[in-house]
């Protein structure tokens, strides 16, 4: 397999992972207006992005890249806040917002939440520290990251078309649960965040 190759899938299992990123993109793909889950998912992608090049830039070596310390309870309490304040929103504005922005601050808007639920997540921060060392250790730095990130990538594009599809399905009755059940689950991990 080459080394490629190896990076994309690397980065298509990081980006498939469920936690706070996808269970945002999912709820807003299923439940929220056309067209917001792009901006959202595009976000997280520009929010991977970052991590990856601060964490295998930062750090010189495979070992030091995995050693992120996201155990300072300050950390997680600033990313369960986060990560509860954009579902208690959620709930509060209900499933499909009827509040209409110019359509350019509400994709920078949506996309800037991307961003923060990958960056500043703890969750995030020990996945992209791995993905950090695996671009140290491959020895092909540039090459081995930008095939990460094309994985990552294919996944985005991926599950916004099964959502997308998904979408078209789903009856007006099941909205409202999925809706509630995405931002018991944000919460959920906002739990975990502080008490686990």
Known sequence: MGLITAACLLGFGAGSSFGPVNVEITKVGLT???GEALPLAFGAWG????LLTILATVFTSASEAGAVDTKHLWVRVLAATMIAGIAIRSIYRGPATQVEMGSNAKATLIASKG???STLSPYGLVLWSGMGAAVVASGNGLAYGAGILLGDGLW???WL????IARSRISKKAIKPI???ANAALIGCAGLLIFA
């Open 161 to 164: 078309m099964i959502l997308r």
């Open 179 to 181: 809706h509630m059940t």
């Open 115 to 117: 961003v923060a639920l």
């Open 156 to 158: 985005f594009v991926l």
């Open 47 to 50: 929010g991977d992005a970052v």
């Open 32 to 34: 929220g207006q056309p």
